[in-house]
């Protein structure tokens, strides 16, 4: 499952991956996600949170990687991912970023919901 989430007011952009994600569930994320992002200002932060992702394989790849170009093209700040605690449930999230997010945009990796809530206060 693929949820997308824009708290305009907070220039917060939120995506949920939770239980088995499918390819499929991917691209529609992809495709919603670009509409969300159609008027959204640069300096905007962004919650990866896959904390509940169960599996997902690696042909979702080509789909999150458009996705972090998507937001890296209008201007992502802040990024902060919550993994899979499990890291065979990681299909290189940290490699990809270094590939599809410019050099000054902020990736930070969290063990917890917490301490991810903390940093998007900032």
Known sequence: MFRTELDRSRRL?????????TPEEARSCLESLRSLLTDIQPGFKLFADLGDLLSMPTTSAPYIAQIMESCAEKGVGLVVRLLPPEPSKDIGFAIMSHFHYAPDVRIVTCATREEAASLLLE
């Open 13 to 21: 952009l939120k995506i949920t991956v939770a239980g088995h994600s």
